[in-house]
């Protein structure tokens, strides 16, 4: 029996005592999207952006799910998304009882927040064939709402906005050709004011990693940013004309700071992934340089795109340690405003908001060999390590899934502790002196072979550690088998939730990490978690479904569960207290 078909059998009277429920109250004032975003310091009754609030917490406000009562947490209804390619990866929203996802292929759902009961449903039609050319797709991370729409990225270049209340299209603006270069959007858009704001996929792809900002009400490009070599400052730093084919990339959203109307973003890798060059990277190999702003958080300005200020996390990335983890927590601390960003390195970068100034670096994982520290007062990378042609020896570590993933950690500031997963592995690694590749082109430039394998200190293995945000220092850890791949959420009923790599959901005290609750959904998760308010009761919403470019590692690295696990079948299952 399939995961669809067991979930059907078991669940039945269950959907049609939820169907029969008090729905949300639709007479309501509405909210706005871009209000709760901007003055709320938790997600309340809402969850009305990809990151919770433009403080990217992911936590929310809500406790009639708590401590004391998270036992009595059961199933309340779900959903299954047609096509569900690759699983669920998506965050969903919710705003005024209503809950908002995407599936595969940007397929989008609106479904009753209390019965699940689909509102509306759109499916875009797609470039079939550009899509089954996709290395990354057919997925979708995730979407935002604003002006009375709701917006998707689709991985055949587009940025569709669909209006709220009858999922019917608005606008459906072409952004990118997609048949020359193979790269559309995979990750979520973000509302700022009266723009769209959405980043191109990958790094790994000849092209020059454009991020966009499009009028919210008529699908106008209005601005275009280039992660590569997108100022003449950032031009310098490639030698020659590899710019033209760089790489680059913002493909999971950043955040909005209103008090300097800034947008900080992460971008991703430069292109090829690695190249031959060792230590004399600075004036030879494919791409020479610093290679700006690739593996960088950037500031842009959201009215006109142009860049205020940046940090290059990783200057010449030569391992493939983005820093497209779209997560940017807001804080201030000790008189002084900070924002706190984690690296794919396994590495945690504090800035000052108004700069980008390194305030500190910490590290979250164990297993770090590509450099043998950051400089916490500078940023400073001390002792990297660079590849020639051939075999590297040791392995890299940590693997090119990172020590960090794109998913989300969680913030409580009722504790003031950060949630974070961390993943210890390495990989075997070749570098190969490719041809290079001078004009931008539906193909992949990695540079490389390499297998995952277990890091030197034992099993390949996950952890979820709760820590200050600013010093890294630990309070708790939960370690995992296996490297759990979602996002984290944290919420006022002092609990933390982690949705894991063998389909498990836990509950644990945010205070102590003490298991509270679990629940097993029979498949993995890749996606986000969200909690929210309808007809009164909070709910907790989590997509279930395997299937990632991370997760096709654990096959060779784990064997089961994963080697028998379905890649293509999925659902949002949706909690709530027993009655």
Same mark, same amino acid.
């Given at each position: #029996? ?28 509405? *909210? ?45 209804? #779900? ?18 009882? %209503? ?26 039609? &797609? ?7 996709? *290395? ?13 729409? &709701? ?91 590899? /710019? ?22 992460? *971008? ?31 500031? &842009? ?103 960090? !993933? ?18 210890? /592995? ?10 290079p590749v001078l004009e931008p082109m539906a ?41 759990? &791949? ?9 609990l933390v939730f982690v949705p894991d790599a ?10 102590t990490g003490e298991e509270l609750w679990s ?11 969200? !909690? ?9 919403? %989590? ?37």
């Amino acid at each position: #029996m399939t995961f669809h078909e067991r979930y059907l059998a078991g669940c039945a009277a269950l959907a049609v005592a939820a169907l029969v429920t008090a729905s949300p109250t639709h007479a309501q004032a509405p *909210t706005q999207p871009q209000e709760a975003a901007l003055n709320a310091e938790a997600a309340q009754n809402d969850w009305p952006t990809y990151h919770g609030t433009y403080k990217s917490y992911h936590y929310s406000g809500l406790d009639q799910i708590n401590t004391g009562n998270v036992k009595n947490l059961e199933v309340a209804w #779900m959903h299954f998304p047609e096509r569900a390619t690759r699983g669920v990866q998506s965050t969903p929203l919710a705003l005024d009882g %209503v809950l908002y996802y995407s599936g595969s292929y940007s397929r989008i759902y609106a479904l009753d927040g209390a019965t699940g009961k689909t509102i509306w449903a759109y499916a875009p039609e &797609l470039d079939e064939d550009l899509v089954s050319k996709q *290395t990354h797709s057919p997925y979708n991370r995730g979407i935002a709402i604003g002006h009375g729409n &709701l917006y998707v990225g689709t991985v055949d270049g587009r940025l569709i906005a669909l209006n709220l209340k009858d999922g019917k299209p608005v606008w459906d603006t072409k952004l990118l050709d997609s048949k020359k270069m193979t790269v559309g959007f995979t990750g979520a858009p973000l509302v700022v004011k009266d723009k769209v704001i959405i980043g191109a996929q990958g790094g790994e792809w000849p092209h020059r990693g454009p991020i966009f900002g499009v009028d919210g009400k008529t699908g106008q490009k209005k601005w275009e940013f280039f992660t590569v070599a997108g100022t003449e400052e950032a031009m310098k730093t490639w030698g020659g004309d590899s /710019w033209r084919t760089g790489g680059g990339g913002g493909w999971m959203p950043g955040t909005y700071d209103p008090e300097t109307n800034t947008v900080w973003w992460g *971008t991703a890798n430069p292109a090829p992934l690695y190249d031959w060059s060792g230590a004399d990277w600075k004036k030879s190999g494919p791409r020479p340089g610093d290679n700006l702003y690739t593996t960088s958080v950037i500031a &842009l300005d959201p009215d006109s795109g142009k860049l205020k200020f940046y940090h290059q996390e990783l200057p010449h990335d030569a391992w493939d340690f983005d820093s497209s983890v779209g997560e940017f927590v807001m804080l201030d601390r000790g008189g002084k405003k900070l924002v706190v960003h984690a690296n794919k390195s396994g590495y945690v970068f504090v800035y000052d908001r108004s700069n980008a100034k390194v305030e500190n670096v910490w590290p979250l994982v164990k297993n770090i060999n590509f450099v043998k520290s950051i400089d916490p007062k500078t940023g400073e990378l001390i002792g990297r390590r660079d590849f020639s042609e051939g075999k590297v020896d040791p392995p890299l570590c940590p693997a090119i899934m990172g020590g960090i !993933s794109w998913n989300s950690g969680a913030y409580s500031p009722k504790n003031g502790l950060f949630y974070r997963i961390g993943q210890e /592995w390495c990989m075997e690694l070749t570098v190969e002196k490719t041809t290079p590749v001078l004009e931008p082109m539906a193909q992949l430039n990695l540079g490389a072979t390499f297998k995952a394998v277990a890091p030197p200190d034992g099993p390949a293995r996950g952890h979820l550690s709760a820590r200050d945000p600013v010093t890294g220092a630990k309070k708790w850890e939960v370690n995992y088998k296996y490297p759990p &791949l979602a996002s984290v959420l944290a919420t006022a009923g002092n609990l933390v939730f982690v949705p894991d790599a063998e389909g498990v959901v836990h509950a644990y005290n945010a205070d102590t990490g003490e298991e509270l609750w679990s629940r097993n959904n029979g498949v993995g998760h890749n996606g986000g978690i969200i !909690s929210y308010m309808a007809g009164g009761k909070q709910y907790v919403a %989590v997509p279930a479904g395997w299937g990632s470019l991370v997760g096709d590692e654990f096959v060779a690295l784990f064997g089961e569960p994963f080697k028998s696990m379905s890649k293509n079948t999925g659902a949002l299952v949706v909690f709530a207290l027993r009655q």
